[in-house]
């Protein structure tokens, strides 16, 4: 439902429906927010159970141009399949997916202009999006030579009650090193140098990432103010603070809860007091990123480029404004043992 909360509010856009395999509270939201809906299946799963629908799949991918394809992982390949058989009919899927379903992996910030006429787009997952926008931004402003990030991700999203992991940190050991992360970040930004390391943690409420970025020798910053400065440059990346009692991932979200935003962080998080540099130049920081909520404008902004409706500029504009990202600021002062 948050992208198309999100289409509804984009003024080049229409849209036309969602799907639903199953009657659950989800129809009952999309109903009240007038929003069609069509059954994956059998319409009369849902008229048993006194739900309207609009017709089936097929009935609603014949009046689409595009459709955001937000289904469980793996669901991508078979999903595909079907949209092909629609000659005109362009998809985007989610970074749960591999690289190679579609060849094409999109992040706004990095290759927003390549996604013109692509009939099929990957957006990269919620953490790699995160990373591409934070380096993507930091690289316009000091050349970075190798970054090294440590993932500490939420174990369940807060719907997923029959799941997740309890008192314990779970390391992805068995997914080797490094982490998937690294090599899905080179999707979108190929020549970077990188490297993962990730595990979960007993919680739902946001991941988080301890980012280490190495600049090449002749363009460190000279100050954790300049990163600062930099990072602010960026709507989508939120500078915040622990003066504003922000000390967690927990207040973040509460703190989204009440500005309309029903919870929604589109930008990722850095606190503010958490930016430094070490005698050698290199740069750490800590970071928090709404894993529901930070590819919602990528998937708005996939639109646009694939059907060339705005160049970036224009499109992220667009959506920015739309979705309220970059209207609020937090600022903080640096804490005093950072070099400054």
């Known amino acids: ?9 984009q003024p080049d856009m229409d849209l036309i429906g969602v799907t639903k395999a199953t009657p659950d509270y989800r129809v009952e ?9 069509f059954a994956l299946g059998d ?14 799949l097929h009935d609603l991918l014949s009046e689409c141009d595009l459709v955001v394809d937000c289904s469980p992982k793996g669901k991508g390949k078979e ?5 092909s058989s629609y000659p005109e009919l362009r998809a985007i899927i989610q970074g749960g ?9 999109f992040n706004s910030d990095c290759n927003y202009a390549q996604a013109s006429g692509k009939r099929f787009v990957r957006v990269v997952s919620c953490n790699t999006t995160a990373l591409c926008r934070l380096i993507s931004t930091l690289n316009t402003s000091f050349q970075i030579r190798k970054v090294r990030a440590t993932l500490v991700r939420r174990s369940a999203d807060q719907s997923e009650s029959g799941k997740g992991v309890l008192n314990a940190w779970v390391p992805d050991a068995d997914k080797g090193y490094p982490s998937h992360h690294a090599h899905d970040v080179k999707t979108v930004i190929p020549n970077l140098r990188i490297t ?3 595990g979960e943690a007993p919680m739902t409420l946001m991941h988080g990432h301890m980012v280490f970025i190495e600049p090449e020798e002749g363009s460190r910053p000279a100050s954790a103010q300049e990163i600062v400065s930099a990072l602010q440059k960026n709507p989508r990346i939120m500078i915040c603070s622990l003066q504003n009692g922000l000390t967690s991932t927990a207040k973040l979200k509460d703190r989204f809860a009440l500005n309309g935003r029903n919870g929604n962080l589109y930008e990722v998080c850095v606190w503010n007091e ?3 540099i070490d005698e050698e130049g290199e740069i750490g920081l800590h970071m928090a990123i709404d894993q529901q909520a930070d590819v919602v404008p990528e998937n708005i902004d996939a639109i646009r480029a694939m059907l060339g409706m705005a160049d970036k500029g224009r499109s992220a504009a667009i959506t920015n404004s739309t979705l309220g990202i970059g209207l609020i600021r937090m600022p903080g002062k640096l804490m005093p043992h950072l070099k400054v």
């Open 1 to 9: 439902m948050r992208v198309a909360d999100a289409v509804m509010k």
């Open 29 to 37: 939201e999309a109903h009240a927010k007038g929003i069609s809906v």
């Open 43 to 56: 319409t009369g799963v849902f008229e048993k159970f006194g739900i309207p629908t609009e017709g089936n």
């Open 79 to 83: 999903n595909l399949a079907i949209y």
């Open 97 to 105: 997916e591999k690289h190679d379903l579609t060849g094409f992996s």
């Open 196 to 198: 993962t390391l990730a």
């Open 274 to 276: 958490s930016v430094g």
